[in-house]
Every structure is written in structure tokens, then in C-alpha cells.
């Protein structure tokens, strides 16, 4: 295990806490979980875009599929993720969180398995469907496992962490398929093939996510009872009380009622709006005239683009921790100018449409960085699950729409010229969380100059120096919003 030490400049650097003195205790490790989360993030996003290898190694001729019906398949996912994340939201507040994702890991894997067997585009959609719901409590779990053991000026670096899988799994995904492709001696078709591997890695990694996963700093099995002390003490600095077991109405109300997590959840549906780029980009670049082989080779460095753009956003907010929404800002230029070239650039440009195709599908990066500001900005066992499923409900809602729009090929104008029009709302609606947590914060400074701010007298510590209090971010008046 790595070893981190806490930042120096935080300024009760060791002032005494709960009895126990955060100086004393300056060294200690909380890295191993880091490579299971990635591990399952991987597998997620492999999941999603092996539909788009499949499709250019014949799933769409052996189906039969219409072009609608192939937009389907890819929409009847996000159909199932939309149904799981109302249950769920009840489920990860009352559920031990790590535990109830492992299960739903393994169960996502098994049916994975499932996509092999198929003969129609009816069976097809139905276990895409299940897979869909089986992975709906991934993605709004692990921005909840990020708030709870890390930070708040660490979230942008640990949500990329995750987030760039999606690179990842593009790159190993391409090579994966191309590698099942060139074997001519596999006796049932290659994309059968390339689901039942990644069913298979999804079960051991779920195993794996159930069996070392701990829920909080109390039960993590890779730290001793020093470093236990020290991890509580640090997420004490945010008032951060780890995972709970209990749903508040109240917290619901509070969620539904807070215009910020509204513009979370346009958020979610915003910057999803143009993710059939990643389920089309291959199918565009197919339509040039590339074979098969050539076409899956041509797609794969579009994964390390999406890397590259994603971790110099990161690196942008190390430098500007307190700029992050103007970052995310930046990093809409690049995929808008691709969708752009997708739109006008022509087949003969080739290589042209290509570099095109990989821009435009850098919707990570920006995605990155809102996932952190979410992760910061609300408090709350049952406020943060409510916020983070409505990221995620819009993310379906964005996904469904979407890919009925991307049906008339090779270069699905409409769904192009939607991807133009929502990356230009998504600006706007960053410009509109940043103000809204810039008057809040102003509101609650003139407070605090006031003599008024009084939350830090209402939390109860308790093992560990741990909140035992469950504050939101409204309710704790000493909260600051990131922006």
C-alpha cells in the first residue's frame, strides 16, 4: 500500500480533536480500495461499449437489426438503469453500500453472460434491459463511496481516477475485440464471444468488490486501529461522518427542493446527450471503408484522447481547486469543436473525420468534474444518495433520448446537431451551479461575520472522532460550496 500524508496547510493541522492529535498521527494508507472501484469502473464501461464492437462484427447482420432497432438496444439499457435508481436510492441508504454493490456486480456479470445467446432483436433488448438495471447502482454508489472516504479537495483527483477507465476500457476493449476477431478458429460469432469474457471478469471482479470492499474507516481491513484514528480524523476536518444506514424523509425533501441538485441532474442529462458518439464513432468510421479489423484499430486511440483531455482537466484543478466549474467550462470546447467537424466534414476527409470522431468523444472530462462538484457539494446519507441517483436518472434520460436520434446512417445528422445544441445548454447550466454556489456561500460568510454560524456547535462526535450527527449541507451552516 501507498502511503499519503495529509496536507500541511490544512489549519487545524495538529490541533487536538476528540482527544487525539491530528499531528501526532501524520502518515497513514487508504490506496487498496482505490483498485477495486477502478476495476469495476472498468468492466461498466467496457460493458456499455462492446455494443459498438459487436455491432461491427456482426451482431446487427446476425440479429437482423434495423437501424432503429440497434438504437434500441442501446437505449433499453439506460431504460433499466432509469427503472433500478428509484429502488436503489432506498436500498444504498439502508443497505451496508460496498456489500449491496458487490451482490449487483456479480448479478450484472451473470447476465452480461446472458447477451450471448440471443437469435432476435426481442431477446436482445430484454437482457440488455436487465443489464441495464443490474448496473444502476454503480455509478451513484461510487460517488458516495468518494464523499465518504476522501475529501473534499480530493474528489476531482479520485472521481478521475474511476472516470478514466472509460479511456481505458475503450483501448482494451478495441485490441480485446480485434484480438477475437483475427482468431479464425473460435466456432460461434466474435461479439458472442467478447460477451461471455466480459461477463466472466465482471463476476470475479464483483466477487472480489463484495469480499475486500470495507464500508467506512471503522471496518476497513487493510488499516490498523492508528490508521483507522487518523482516516476519521481527517474526514472530521469536513464534518464527514461515513456511510450510515438510514433514509430521511426529511433529507428527500430537502434534496427535491434544492435548485442545485436540479442543475445536477440537467447535468446528467446534458452531458450524456451525446454519448452514442461512443456507440456510433465506430460505426461512422466503418462507413469511410475500412474493414472490420482496421475499423476497430482506427477507434481504439479515441480512449487515450479521452485520458489525455481527462487528466489535464484534473490537473487544471489541482492548480485552480476553487475554479473547478470554469474548468469543466474549458473542457466543453474540445468535443463541441469535433461534433462540429462530425457535422460538416466530409467521407473523403477520411483521417479528417477520424481525429473528429475521437474529439467528440471526450465527454468524460467534463463529466469528471461535475461527478466531484456533486461529490463536494452535498452533504447528507440520504440528501447525497437522492443527489447523486438524480445525476444518474438524468444520465439515462440523456443515453434514451439520444440514441433515437442517431439512425439515419453513416453520419447521423440529427444526432449530431442534438450533440451541438447540448453541449451549449450544459454551458449555460454550469455557469448557473457556479452562481447559485457562489450566493450560498456569500450568504453564509456574511453569516459567519455575523456571529450567526452556529453548525459547528451542533455536531456530536464519536468513535474515532467521527460526526455522529447526519448534517446536510444546508443544515451545517460551516459548509462552503466548491466551485
Known amino acids: 500500500m501507498a502511503d499519503i500524508k495529509d496536507s500541511a496547510s490544512d489549519k487545524d493541522e495538529g490541533q487536538s480533536l476528540s482527544g487525539l492529535n491530528v499531528g501526532d498521527c501524520e502518515m497513514y494508507t487508504v490506496e487498496e480500495e482505490k483498485a477495486v472501484m477502478c476495476f469495476v469502473f472498468f468492466l461498466q464501461y467496457l460493458d456499455k461499449q462492446s455494443l459498438s464492437y459487436a455491432a461491427v462484427f456482426g451482431l446487427k447482420e446476425d440479429l437482423d437489426l434495423t437501424s432503429s432497432e440497434y438504437s434500441w438496444t442501446s437505449s433499453i439499457f439506460y431504460v433499466g438503469q432509469l427503472v433500478s435508481e428509484w429502488p436503489f436510492i432506498y436500498l444504498m441508504s439502508r443497505l451496508p453500500l460496498t456489500k449491496f454493490v458487490g451482490v449487483t456486480v456479480i448479478i450484472w456479470g451473470i447476465i452480461c453472460m446472458c447477451l450471448a445467446t440471443p437469435k432476435n432483436f426481442a431477446g436482445f433488448a430484454a437482457v440488455r434491459f436487465l443489464l441495464g438495471f443490474s448496473e444502476g447502482a454503480v455509478s451513484p454508489a461510487f460517488v458516495t463511496i468518494t464523499s465518504i472516504w476522501y475529501r473534499k479537495k480530493e474528489h476531482t483527483t479520485r472521481t478521475a481516477l474511476w472516470i478514466t477507465m472509460n479511456g481505458i476500457a475503450q483501448i482494451i476493449g478495441c485490441l480485446l475485440m480485434y484480438g477475437i476477431g483475427k482468431n479464425t478458429s473460435i466456432t460461434i460469432q466474435p461479439w458472442r464471444v467478447l460477451f461471455l469474457i466480459c461477463g466472466a471478469m465482471t463476476v470475479v471482479a464483483g466477487i472480489g468488490f463484495f469480499i475486500l470492499m470495507p464500508n467506512g474507516p471503522n471496518d476497513a481491513w487493510f488499516l490498523n486501529e492508528r490508521e483507522r484514528v487518523v482516516l476519521s480524523l481527517r474526514l472530521a476536518k469536513d464534518r464527514e461522518g461515513g456511510d450510515k444506514t438510514a433514509f430521511s424523509i426529511a433529507q428527500l425533501k430537502e434534496a427535491l427542493m434544492d435548485p442545485k441538485a436540479w442543475a445536477v441532474f ?186 450567526v454560524e452556529d453548525g459547528a456547535q451542533e455536531v456530536e462526535t464519536g468513535q474515532n472522532g467521527l460526526p455522529e450527527t447526519d448534517l446536510t449541507d444546508k443544515t451545517d451552516t460551516t459548509f462552503r460550496y466548491a466551485l
Do not use: H
Not at 446527450?273 to 462507413?287: G, H, K, R
Not at 476527409?349 to 461535475?370: H, K, P
Open 266 to 451: 440537467w447535468f446528467g442529462v446534458l452531458v450524456t446527450m451525446q454519448s452514442p458518439v461512443l456507440t456510433f464513432a465506430s460505426l461512422v468510421i466503418e462507413s469511410i471503408g475500412y474493414t472490420e479489423l482496421e475499423t476497430i484499430l482506427y477507434t481504439a486511440p479515441s480512449g487515450a484522447v479521452q485520458i489525455l483531455l481527462l487528466w489535464i482537466g484534473t490537473f487544471l484543478a489541482y492548480i485552480f481547486p476553487r475554479q473547478r466549474a470554469l474548468i469543466a467550462l474549458a473542457l466543453i470546447v474540445p468535443p463541441f469543436i469535433g461534433t462540429i467537424f462530425l457535422l460538416k466534414l466530409t467521407v473523403s476527409a477520411q483521417w479528417g473525420l477520424i481525429v473528429a470522431s475521437w474529439l467528440a468523444s471526450c465527454i468524460t472530462a467534463s463529466m469528471s468534474i461535475l461527478l466531484s462538484l456533486s461529490a463536494s457539494n452535498f452533504k447528507g446519507n440520504t440528501k447525497r444518495a437522492v443527489v447523486n441517483t438524480m445525476f444518474f436518472i438524468g444520465y439515462c434520460a440523456g443515453c434514451i433520448g439520444s440514441a433515437q436520434l442517431w439512425i439515419k446512417s453513416p453520419r447521423y445528422t440529427e444526432g449530431v446537431i442534438t450533440s451541438i445544441v447540448t453541449w451549449c445548454l450544459l454551458f449555460v447550466a454550469v455557469i448557473i451551479y457556479r452562481i447559485l454556489c457562489a450566493r450560498d456561500n456569500k450568504a453564509r460568510d456574511a453569516l459567519a461575520d455575523s456571529g
